[in-house]
């Protein structure tokens, strides 16, 4: 459902992303790893509009991005944040709404669901990850690894059709890690289509269907997690899985 | 203890800007004291030995009082450069003009600024219980001036009641007005005759030489008639008796050997009225100056019933009325109401110009940069006045709406700067958040960044409010009567800046204090969250 076709994107004169084509199908988790620098954020930015790219093209459904400037891709921009979630490192929830707040806002301000409705949603997600003991609690009251679930709540919200998740659990205090880690798995098992970037082998090993490895801008590995992790064909991913 | 430590404060401040009427020595203000019965106060005696006479006066009243001399820039010119010139001469010193503000003369000369002040400065009740006036060396017509198609006013200050009339503040026309019209009061001479061909004022009473050269050259105003006589004459410190009598002398020497009326000539200001300054007497003098009681059906020199009871020295400070008060209380409600209708404007426009200049077009961003830095960059005082006097031929704002609007413009500038602190203060990741569920970034900026901008920024606006209901005060130059200029007004009717002044810092204080207690509480729970 989505297809990254000849991607380049450039950091002034340094090139980040050089000539990426995938695609990725619906129904499947793929986990994105590869060193530090290496250009996973910035390929999962393009993908939601965040970042614009130099050159190649990214297609969600029907819906096509092409290089240049947010306006001239304005109407797709909108469809396809629309229809892809994005789950930040930091969670970035709005620091002036509640849990539920957070979760509800985007149903009822960008596709006009009514409150009530939105209310009842809003409550069975966060009861879904977990959280409706919480449904009242700003932001700074609450655990990375609650707001966290909040933001994957928030996501879910909007139905998304894929999930970019970047790095969900990299700034988690190591003993709130697993209980995002387990909502994702429950996600995965329910067919959600995700794109995660992680440093979570043990997590991409068991939760993903396909793993990418992204260094120096390439995908330098593409295949089942198993196969990538025990078997790399590339040196690079053998020195990044410690298998030198 | 927070207000007592303010209002201490206040109190210095009030008294060393207002000095102290009351308690100088020689409170026989002016009338030819029999000088026998006097010890030398030694002030001759300090101008003679420093060879120099200070005169007082602003070079802004214009021709033909004290001007730049068009010919000579940088020397001064006029009627009364020639009168102190003539004055230190009979001294046998020099005459050196200093220039004051016109309205903070009366605080000069009290903190020996100068020795005497010389500069169209009227004799009027309020003023005699605070200087020395000599005898007069001009006499001149309380001109009452209006619109050539209003026929409504007759030359009688009976007929006024009801209309609105401009004069200048603190003015022996407005003393004449008191009581008989609403008056207006500026603080300029141009302005008074432009408001009344605006049709702002119904009409204009001031000093005859003034309505010649800034009311009768306007083709829309017609010259009514006179409705009393004023005095221009010097004013020293009751204290330095011994130089008050030495330039009385002089003025007398310089009068009979008709070298004032040379002097006026060159002016032209010279007519029959100067003709009683040749025989000017005691008895003249102390009906001048009010002192006598007034015989039955004599209203006095002074125009205007005397006010208080009858038989109190005119020169003894007044209490303030609760009439008064009452005033002062309403002066507050104006500055209040001011500045939350200014800020009601200040806060949206200032937010559109936040916004403006860092989401907005390059063209609009660049128009709101130059919006903002236009009013930072000059005075408000000026700003005021351009949308008042400057604009009024287009648009005739009244003083209120101009009041509000000069000052939310301006307070706008100000409230962007602090709204796009608070928007850049957002983490990006709000925005970023927002974004990626599909909001527009309209969207995305009224829902999520200005929000928690605008709660960063809460505690400045808070600050900027307070400052606002201070700068209110600036409006008065046009015609507003808000908190302060009731206090001056005031100051004048009691002679005292102490009690009024006091009052007047008292209701600032009770306005400004709660809201430093909001902004210290807003600052603090933002700090804990
Ligand atoms: N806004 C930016 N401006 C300039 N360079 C950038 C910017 N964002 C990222 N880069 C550079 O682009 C390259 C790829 O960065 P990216 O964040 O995509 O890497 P990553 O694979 O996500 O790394 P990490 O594992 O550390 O998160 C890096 O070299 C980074 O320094
Ligand atoms: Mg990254």
Redesign the interface.
């Given at each position: 459902m989505i297809t990254i076709d000849k991607l380049q994107k450039k950091f002034g004169d340094r090139v980040v992303l050089s000539d990426i084509s995938v695609t990725f199908e619906k129904g499947k988790v793929v986990s994105l790893i590869g060193p530090s620098g290496g250009g996973k954020s910035t390929l999962l930015r393009c993908v939601?509009?965040?970042e614009t790219f130099d050159a190649g093209s990214i297609t969600v459904d029907d819906l096509k991005l092409e290089p240049g400037d947010a306006k001239k891709n304005k109407h797709a921009l909108?469809?396809i944040?629309?229809r892809v979630?994005?789950v930040?490192q930091?969670w970035?929830?709005?620091?002036?709404r509640t849990a539920l707040g957070n979760v509800m806002?985007?149903p009822v301000?960008?596709k006009g669901v009514s409150p009530a409705q939105a209310t009842e949603r809003a409550k069975a997600l966060l009861d879904r990850v977990g959280l409706s003991h919480r449904m009242g609690a700003?932001p700074?009251e609450m655990s990375g690894g609650e707001q966290q679930r909040v933001?994957i709540a928030?996501?879910l919200a909007?139905d998304p059709e894929a999930l970019l998740l970047d790095e969900p659990t990299s700034a988690l205090d190591p003993e709130r890690v697993g209980e995002v880690l387990d909502v994702l798995r429950k996600l995965a098992k329910e067919g959600q289509t995700m794109l995660v970037v992680t440093h979570e082998m043990r997590f991409a090993r068991e939760a993903s269907h396909r793993t990418l490895v992204l260094h120096g801008g390439a995908i330098i590995e593409d295949g089942p997690p198993e196969q990538v992790m025990d078997h790399p064909t590339h040196e690079r991913t053998r020195a990044f899985l410690g298998k030198g | 203890m927070g207000l007592a430590a303010c209002m201490a404060v206040a109190a210095i401040a009030v008294q060393s800007c207002g000095g102290n009427g009351s308690g100088a020595p020689g409170r026989d203000a002016g009338a030819a004291a029999p000088s026998g019965a006097r010890r030398p106060d030694g002030s001759l005696a300090r101008v003679r030995a420093a060879g120099v006479l200070r005169w007082g006066g602003d070079v802004q009243g214009g021709a033909p009082y004290v001007y730049d001399d068009p010919d000579h820039p940088g020397q001064n010119k006029g009627f009364e450069v020639d009168l102190a010139i003539a004055l230190a001469r009979e001294l046998g010193v020099r005459a050196e003009f200093v220039q004051n503000d016109w309205s903070a003369l009366v605080p000069s000369l009290e903190r020996n600024t100068f020795d005497v002040i010389l500069n169209g400065f009227e004799v009027t009740r309020p003023r005699v219980g605070r200087v020395r006036f000599s005898p007069p060396y001009y006499v001149f017509a309380a001109r009452l001036m209006a619109r050539r198609d209003d026929a409504r006013i007759r030359a009688d200050v009976n007929s006024l009641r009801g209309m609105r009339i401009g004069t200048l503040t603190n003015s022996f026309s407005e003393e004449v007005l008191k009581g008989h019209a609403e008056i207006v009061g500026y603080e300029g001479t141009e302005e008074p005759y432009a408001d009344c061909v605006a049709g702002r004022t119904d009409g204009v009473l001031l000093d005859d030489i003034i309505a010649t050269i800034y009311g009768v050259p306007k083709p829309e105003l017609r010259v009514v008639g006179d409705l009393a006589d004023g005095f221009y004459a010097i004013a020293g410190r009751p204290a330095d008796e011994d130089l008050g009598v030495a330039l009385d002398a002089a003025l007398a020497r310089i009068i009979a050997s008709g070298e004032l009326e040379r002097i006026l000539k060159r002016e032209n200001i010279y007519n029959d009225r100067q003709l009683g300054l040749r025989t000017w007497s005691a008895d003249d003098q102390r009906r001048m100056l009010g002192l006598s009681p007034a015989a039955p059906g004599q209203t006095g020199a002074l125009g205007g019933p005397p006010p208080g009871a009858a038989g109190v020295s005119s020169t003894a400070p007044h209490r303030m009325t609760l009439g008064q008060v009452w005033m002062f209380i309403q002066g507050a409600g104006i500055t209040l109401l001011l500045s939350i209708l200014a800020m009601g404007l200040a806060v949206p426009l200032g937010l559109a110009l936040a916004v403006s200049r860092l989401y907005g077009p390059k063209f609009v961003a660049r128009l709101a940069d130059l919006y903002v830095e236009f009013y930072r960059g000059t005075p408000v005082l000026l700003q005021l006045y351009v949308l008042y006097y400057g604009l009024a031929s287009i648009i005739r704002l009244d003083a209120v709406t101009a009041a509000v609007l000069g000052l939310g413009m301006n307070y706008a500038a100000y409230e962007a700067e602090v709204y796009r602190a608070g928007i850049q203060a957002v983490?990006k990741?709000?925005l970023?958040?927002?974004?990626?569920?599909?909001?527009?970034t309209p969207?995305a900026l009224r829902?999520?960044v200005l929000?928690?901008a605008f709660?960063l920024a809460l505690p400045s606006v808070t600050n900027d409010f307070i400052a606002l209901l201070k700068d209110s005060s600036l409006v008065s130059v046009i015609t507003v009567v808000e908190l302060t200029k009731r206090m001056t007004i005031v100051a004048v009717d009691t002679r005292s800046y102490v009690v009024p002044g006091l009052l007047c810092a008292f209701l600032y204080f009770a306005m400004s204090y709660p809201l430093s207690i909001l902004a210290k509480r807003l600052e603090e729970r933002l700090a804990r969250?």
């Amino acid at each position: 459902m989505i297809t990254i076709d000849k991607l380049q994107k450039k950091f002034g004169d340094r090139v980040v992303l050089s000539d990426i084509s995938v695609t990725f199908e619906k129904g499947k988790v793929v986990s994105l790893i590869g060193p530090s620098g290496g250009g996973k954020s910035t390929l999962l930015r393009c993908v939601n509009g965040l970042e614009t790219f130099d050159a190649g093209s990214i297609t969600v459904d029907d819906l096509k991005l092409e290089p240049g400037d947010a306006k001239k891709n304005k109407h797709a921009l909108l469809a396809i944040r629309q229809r892809v979630g994005m789950v930040f490192q930091q969670w970035n929830l709005f620091s002036h709404r509640t849990a539920l707040g957070n979760v509800m806002e985007a149903p009822v301000h960008v596709k006009g669901v009514s409150p009530a409705q939105a209310t009842e949603r809003a409550k069975a997600l966060l009861d879904r990850v977990g959280l409706s003991h919480r449904m009242g609690a700003y932001p700074h009251e609450m655990s990375g690894g609650e707001q966290q679930r909040v933001a994957i709540a928030r996501a879910l919200a909007m139905d998304p059709e894929a999930l970019l998740l970047d790095e969900p659990t990299s700034a988690l205090d190591p003993e709130r890690v697993g209980e995002v880690l387990d909502v994702l798995r429950k996600l995965a098992k329910e067919g959600q289509t995700m794109l995660v970037v992680t440093h979570e082998m043990r997590f991409a090993r068991e939760a993903s269907h396909r793993t990418l490895v992204l260094h120096g801008g390439a995908i330098i590995e593409d295949g089942p997690p198993e196969q990538v992790m025990d078997h790399p064909t590339h040196e690079r991913t053998r020195a990044f899985l410690g298998k030198g | 203890m927070g207000l007592a430590a303010c209002m201490a404060v206040a109190a210095i401040a009030v008294q060393s800007c207002g000095g102290n009427g009351s308690g100088a020595p020689g409170r026989d203000a002016g009338a030819a004291a029999p000088s026998g019965a006097r010890r030398p106060d030694g002030s001759l005696a300090r101008v003679r030995a420093a060879g120099v006479l200070r005169w007082g006066g602003d070079v802004q009243g214009g021709a033909p009082y004290v001007y730049d001399d068009p010919d000579h820039p940088g020397q001064n010119k006029g009627f009364e450069v020639d009168l102190a010139i003539a004055l230190a001469r009979e001294l046998g010193v020099r005459a050196e003009f200093v220039q004051n503000d016109w309205s903070a003369l009366v605080p000069s000369l009290e903190r020996n600024t100068f020795d005497v002040i010389l500069n169209g400065f009227e004799v009027t009740r309020p003023r005699v219980g605070r200087v020395r006036f000599s005898p007069p060396y001009y006499v001149f017509a309380a001109r009452l001036m209006a619109r050539r198609d209003d026929a409504r006013i007759r030359a009688d200050v009976n007929s006024l009641r009801g209309m609105r009339i401009g004069t200048l503040t603190n003015s022996f026309s407005e003393e004449v007005l008191k009581g008989h019209a609403e008056i207006v009061g500026y603080e300029g001479t141009e302005e008074p005759y432009a408001d009344c061909v605006a049709g702002r004022t119904d009409g204009v009473l001031l000093d005859d030489i003034i309505a010649t050269i800034y009311g009768v050259p306007k083709p829309e105003l017609r010259v009514v008639g006179d409705l009393a006589d004023g005095f221009y004459a010097i004013a020293g410190r009751p204290a330095d008796e011994d130089l008050g009598v030495a330039l009385d002398a002089a003025l007398a020497r310089i009068i009979a050997s008709g070298e004032l009326e040379r002097i006026l000539k060159r002016e032209n200001i010279y007519n029959d009225r100067q003709l009683g300054l040749r025989t000017w007497s005691a008895d003249d003098q102390r009906r001048m100056l009010g002192l006598s009681p007034a015989a039955p059906g004599q209203t006095g020199a002074l125009g205007g019933p005397p006010p208080g009871a009858a038989g109190v020295s005119s020169t003894a400070p007044h209490r303030m009325t609760l009439g008064q008060v009452w005033m002062f209380i309403q002066g507050a409600g104006i500055t209040l109401l001011l500045s939350i209708l200014a800020m009601g404007l200040a806060v949206p426009l200032g937010l559109a110009l936040a916004v403006s200049r860092l989401y907005g077009p390059k063209f609009v961003a660049r128009l709101a940069d130059l919006y903002v830095e236009f009013y930072r960059g000059t005075p408000v005082l000026l700003q005021l006045y351009v949308l008042y006097y400057g604009l009024a031929s287009i648009i005739r704002l009244d003083a209120v709406t101009a009041a509000v609007l000069g000052l939310g413009m301006n307070y706008a500038a100000y409230e962007a700067e602090v709204y796009r602190a608070g928007i850049q203060a957002v983490p990006k990741g709000q925005l970023e958040a927002a974004l990626s569920l599909g909001m527009t970034t309209p969207l995305a900026l009224r829902r999520v960044v200005l929000p928690q901008a605008f709660r960063l920024a809460l505690p400045s606006v808070t600050n900027d409010f307070i400052a606002l209901l201070k700068d209110s005060s600036l409006v008065s130059v046009i015609t507003v009567v808000e908190l302060t200029k009731r206090m001056t007004i005031v100051a004048v009717d009691t002679r005292s800046y102490v009690v009024p002044g006091l009052l007047c810092a008292f209701l600032y204080f009770a306005m400004s204090y709660p809201l430093s207690i909001l902004a210290k509480r807003l600052e603090e729970r933002l700090a804990r969250s």
